[in-house]
């Protein structure tokens, strides 16, 4: 059974958006392993870090790989968003459609590590919300 404590639950969604990070980094650098294939990791990343952020606010999100929809949550609920973050819906296109054969344009290397780039932007800025919200509840006593 689940004994994770709701303040714990933020951070859990950190670990698996790091560890999809990490394996579209590496991804990346095997030989063999498809363009698509790392830059589904870069949309699992950024689509984790943002549902660990509306966990941390509380807000609830609906089962999706939109991460349009997550960040229109956010900008609902008054949570300012860097445009590099904001810019981070376009992964969403390697969510589904890029993952089996069919007929899209093959994935380049430049998009792969600008996917990376920006999955590692936005990790770090939800990382860093969460974090320092964390920092405000201790000094408030909460």
């Not at 943002?50 to 991460?67: A, D, E, N």
């Not at 899209?104 to 919200?133: H, K, N, P, Y």
Request: proline fraction near 4%.
């Amino acid at each position: 059974m689940n004994s994770m404590q709701p303040l714990d639950l933020p951070l859990h969604w950190l670990e698996r958006a790091r560890s999809d990070l990490n394996l579209a980094d590496v991804a990346l650098r095997t030989p063999g392993v498809l363009y698509e294939d790392a830059c589904f990791h870069t949309q699992q990343c950024v689509e984790k870090a943002l549902k660990g952020y509306l966990t941390r606010l509380g807000i609830s999100f609906p089962r999706t790989h939109v991460i349009e929809t997550l960040l229109d949550l956010l900008k609902e609920n008054n949570i300012l968003i860097p445009d590099a973050v904001d810019e981070a819906f376009t992964l969403t296109q390697y969510a589904v459609q890029t993952r089996y054969p069919g007929e899209w344009e093959a994935v380049t290397l430049q998009e792969t590590q600008q996917a990376l780039e920006r999955a590692a932007f936005v990790l770090t800025w939800v990382d860093g919300q969460i974090r320092s919200g964390y920092a405000n509840d201790i000094i408030s006593g909460a």
